[in-house]
């Protein structure tokens, strides 16, 4: 199927009602009104809790002492129109508009004769160290299946992303910054590798005696229904 859109349409509507503490919302303002306070006060709950966790030296020191011995130091690289428009590729594809109400498809299409300006926007923006406040607003869409959210960035918003990360993640890699429990945002790695690893952890453990207790812990559970 080259267009999968207009079926799950018609498979997923959008919700005509919710509940929330035994009272039913049938009006769409009101379903709107509901979801958006939702969301934002768990935003606003996981901004609190991240200030609290910046705010523990403890998170610091081990920072320090782990670059104790590290002779590097960061700094971005200046984008070339070549790479803009390799990031274009990437980061568009099939990115959906956002507040900016810019298609990703249309970037791509027009990649050879935007990719210069873009070029300027990004590097002005890594030598200022300013991200564009227009880019940090989002259109919230929940998923009618059940209601999780999901943020429309700008698409231009995305390739400086994408251009940030491709230069951290080279700097962390080249300078061994990673521990080998971070399976994230790793080329090479994934979900896969680390349940490899826990697995191989367990088994040794096993062999020589030890006890093994995979546990995990969830600090908000995302349910707009309660």
């Not at 428009?85 to 299409?109: E, F, H, N, S, T």
């Not at 300013?130 to 880019?135: D, G, K, T, V």
């Not at 994934?190 to 367990?202: F, N, P, R, V």
């Not at 995990?216 to 349910?223: A, C, D, L, M, V």
């Amino acid at each position: 199927l080259h267009d999968a859109l207009p079926i799950w349409r018609n498979i997923s509507p959008q919700p005509t009602f919710i509940e929330s503490g035994g009272t039913f919302i049938t009006k769409p303002k009101e379903i709107a009104d509901h979801l958006n306070t939702f969301f934002r006060s768990k935003v606003n709950t996981l901004r609190k809790e991240s200030s609290q966790r910046a705010d523990n030296s403890s998170t610091i020191v081990n920072i320090q002492d782990y670059m104790k011995d590290k002779r590097c130091q960061f700094e971005f690289s200046e984008l070339s129109v070549e790479t803009v428009a390799r990031l274009v590729k990437v980061a568009c594809g099939d990115k959906q508009p956002g507040m900016d109400g810019i298609d990703g498809k249309l970037i791509g299409m027009a990649v050879d004769y935007v990719a210069q300006p873009i070029c300027h926007i990004l590097n002005t923006s890594l030598k200022l160290s300013i991200f564009p406040q227009a880019w940090k607003e989002a259109k919230i869409i929940p998923l009618p299946k059940d209601c999780r959210p999901i943020s429309l960035l700008p698409a231009l918003s995305k390739i400086l992303e994408k251009a940030v990360f491709d230069q951290i993640q080279e700097y962390f890699s080249v300078n061994n910054l990673l521990t080998k429990y971070q399976h994230a945002y790793r080329k090479g790695h994934s979900t896969c590798t680390a349940l490899t690893q826990m697995s191989d952890d367990w088994y040794r453990n096993l062999d020589n005696n030890m006890l093994s207790s995979p546990f995990g812990f969830y600090s908000s559970i995302w349910s707009p229904w309660t």
